[in-house]
Nanobody, 129 residues
Framework: QVQLVESGGGLVQPGGSLRLSCAAP????????IGWFRQVPGKEREGVSC????????FYADSVKGRFTISKDNAKNTVYLQMNSLKPEDTAVYYC??????????????????????WGKGTLVTVSS
């Protein structure tokens, strides 16, 4: 039943970096696009980034463009989100998600959380001094 598992969150100072991982035991990433979303209490869940099955196509929300980089290692069945130059406003629970059959909907902005069929439990990122 476990399809997606996030890890790598934690406490980091403004300007620092974290790398999040999304293990996808429920999917063959050779055929699956994966998206990252985040949510702050009291706010709607928002799309952050998405990567195609091959890794050749990506999407980034304007708020993270130039600071975050999404990548994947299909052999490890894992998607990564490298987060640099972190800001306090990046503080959120970060989720990876996908839809069936191939997850490609997240490649087209704006990313729609309601279009996702599968979610991890999330990993908390706190950016604070």
């Amino acid at each position: 039943q476990v399809q997606l598992v996030e890890s790598g969150g934690g406490l980091v100072q403004p300007g620092g970096s974290l790398r999040l991982s999304c293990a996808a035991p429920g999917f063959n990433l050779d055929y699956q696009a994966i998206g990252w979303f985040r949510q702050v209490p009291g706010k709607e869940r928002e799309g952050v980034s998405c990567i195609s099955s091959s890794g050749s196509s990506t999407f980034y929300a304007d708020s993270v463009k130039g600071r975050f980089t999404i990548s994947k290692d299909n052999a490890k069945n894992t998607v990564y989100l490298q987060m640099n130059s972190l800001k306090p406003e990046d503080t959120a629970v970060y989720y990876c998600a996908t839809d069936q059959p191939y997850g490609s909907s997240c490649l087209f902005g704006p990313m729609d959380p309601y279009g996702m069929d599968y979610w991890g439990k999330g990993t908390l990122v706190t950016v604070s001094s």
